[in-house]
């Protein structure tokens, strides 16, 4: 049974799973260190809630702060570059290997090692906080990341995706590539990126993971004297376009591809601030995609049978103000496929799900929650994106594991017609000779 956390340190645990998550607050910003004794490799993230969403937010006595879609990936692009060099190669040279990644809500910087765990998390620290911009490394950015923005246009799965998010929603940030545009990287420049990193790379908008063979003392340690001296910083209020209710038009993008590239979608009402409601709507929407479309389903071996498709995904992503589906495929058919994902719905409303194949799909995602543990990446970045709606990982499996098939059929009701999108992307030279049938 999960324990709560108390006061500013705490531990969370699961007696069944034999894991837990110790758990210090210091200047505002919340660590959280997993033991894993035995485990060679040791993993560490520092989370920063600011992400490509983050277009606009409030400043005390300044107003309102607009800013150029992109400047969350630029920023998170940057924050390697230092005055006393390039903080790659200084954590190659602890034995450490740094990545990093921007996303619609969170910007991750990371490593893992086996050695050196203090050095490099001092460094990782220092990576996150000590900003340094110039004219001319923000220009060459430019460059780099305008490069990289066409190809992104050119890739048919990444066009496809965001043809997808620009036809679902109509105002909200969700819809603009995460990169940006490169109109919009233009408009970027050091003292943006100063503001940016002064409002959102606070100690009370971070937090920290730390996974492996570890003492949480020596972790907490070292995050109490990396930020010495750091003002905790107050909230950022964000600003963001009220979204209305319906969706826009289906998609069609002609790229060279060998077989047509098919994306149905639904934009679901979301949950607000209830984190609670935000996470059972998530699981019961996961085993109900998983049970219309998976490769245990009726559909996938009819659709497989017929030659309509070779293989099919199924995907939703929850946030507390905006929520959405997708179901994807490659088809010679897409058209085809289009309608018959529509169909499989319409029918399922109509019959129910059957009680066993619920408990085997249930079955099947507890399996998957439990070996979690074993992936230091995925359980942090999990883990800590919880605790920002009030929940944490352990509470997630309890919610897992109570979920009924009611709750399942309750979600079907978002998946209506007239709240989806599709969008396929196919080779122009193709497309006369293969359409629906």
């Not at 990545?99 to 910007?107: D, E, L, R, S």
């Not at 490394?137 to 890739?155: F, H, L, P, W």
């Not at 036809?167 to 990126?193: F, M, N, Q």
């Not at 019961?284 to 293989?311: P, R």
Request: net charge negative; aromatic share 10%.
């Amino acid at each position: 049974m999960a324990e709560g956390l108390a006061g500013s340190f705490g531990v969370l645990r699961d007696e069944s799973l034999k894991e837990e998550i110790h758990r210090s607050k210091t200047r505002g910003m919340n660590v959280f260190v997993m033991p894993k004794p035995g485990f060679r490799r040791k993993y560490a993230e520092i989370s920063i809630r600011y992400g490509s969403n983050d277009n606009a937010f409030h400043v005390p006595g300044k107003g309102l702060i607009e800013l150029p879609p992109g400047i969350a990936h630029f920023l998170e692009h940057k924050m390697f570059e230092k005055s006393w060099g390039e903080a790659f190669g200084a954590f190659a040279r602890l034995g450490a290997s740094a990545n990093a990644y921007t996303a619609n809500n969170y910007t991750a910087y990371l490593f893992w090692t086996l050695n050196n765990l203090r050095d490099a998390l001092e460094l990782l620290f220092r990576v996150a906080l000590e900003p340094y911009f110039t004219e001319e490394s923000v220009a060459k950015e430019q460059d780099i990341i305008g490069q990289e923005i066409r190809m992104y246009n050119d890739n048919p799965g990444s066009r496809l995706e965001r043809e997808v998010l620009q036809a679902l929603y109509l105002e909200h940030p969700v819809r603009i590539d995460i990169a940006g545009t490169e109109e919009s990287i233009r408009r970027i420049d050091k003292d943006l990126l100063y503001t940016c990193h002064g409002a959102f790379y606070r100690p009370s908008n971070m937090a920290l993971f730390v996974g492996g063979d570890v003492r949480p003392e020596e972790v907490f340690e070292i995050a109490e004297r990396s930020l010495e001296g750091y003002d905790p910083g107050e909230p950022v209020i964000r600003a963001r376009p009220s979204e209305p209710p319906e969706v826009g038009r289906d998609a069609v993008v002609y790229l060279p591809v060998p077989v047509p590239l098919v994306e149905v979608a639904w934009k679901h009402e979301p949950s607000g601030e209830d984190g609670s409601l935000l996470i059972r709507r998530e699981i019961a929407s996961n085993i109900l995609l998983d049970l219309l479309f998976g490769k245990s389903s009726a559909f996938f071996t009819k659709a497989y049978e017929e030659g309509l498709i070779d293989e099919v995904s199924a995907s939703h992503d929850s946030w507390p103000d905006y929520c959405f589906s997708v179901v994807a495929a490659q088809s010679m058919f897409p058209e085809k496929f289009i309608e018959s994902v529509h169909e499989e719905l319409e029918r399922v409303a109509k019959t129910g799900l059957r009680e066993d194949d619920f408990s085997r799909a249930t079955k099947a995602a507890v399996g998957r929650y439990v070996t979690l543990f074993d992936a230091f990446d995925t359980a942090g970045g999990m883990h800590m994106h919880l605790f920002d709606i009030g929940l944490d990982i352990f509470r997630y499996g309890l919610s897992l594991k109570a979920v009924t098939l009611d709750d399942v059929h309750e979600r079907l009701g978002a998946f209506r017609r007239e709240r989806s999108v599709s969008a396929i992307v196919r080779d122009n030279q193709r497309s006369s000779a293969h359409g629906s049938r």
